[in-house]
Nanobody, 123 residues
């Protein structure tokens, strides 16, 4: 059974930083694309960043230069370092895994999702 557990959310002031982490267990295939998604109240869920088993990364335009996605294959963790946070970054953040390696954050169709972690940025 595949499980994704996020941690690291919280409240921060505008301009601050947070680091999200996702622990992945039960996923045994060597091919994947993992990503972070977010959903703010009243808005559609959007992809934020992705990384595949080759280490290729993609970012949404809204977070380029501010967010960095990384993975630790040995620990099976997925991280999202968020800097220069803005109030519009406030959302529930989810990590997800797509069994295919080639999609990027814009066309992922995740097979597995975490339960989410809240990020709140105040002005």
């Amino acid at each position: 059974q595949v499980q994704l557990v996020e941690s690291g959310g919280g409240s921060v002031q505008s301009g601050g930083s947070l680091r999200l982490s996702c622990a992945v267990s039960g996923y045994t295939s060597s091919a994947y694309c993992m990503g972070w998604f977010r959903q703010a109240p009243g808005k559609e869920r959007e992809g934020v960043a992705s990384i595949n088993n080759y280490g290729e990364t993609k970012y949404a335009n809204s977070v380029k230069g501010r967010f960095t996605i990384s993975q630790d294959k040995a620990k099976k963790t997925l991280d999202l370092q968020m800097s220069s946070l803005k109030p519009e970054d406030t959302a529930m953040y989810y990590c997800a895994v797509d069994r295919r390696w080639w999609p990027s954050i814009t066309d992922m169709a995740p097979n597995y999702w975490g339960q989410g972690t809240q990020v709140t940025v105040s002005s």
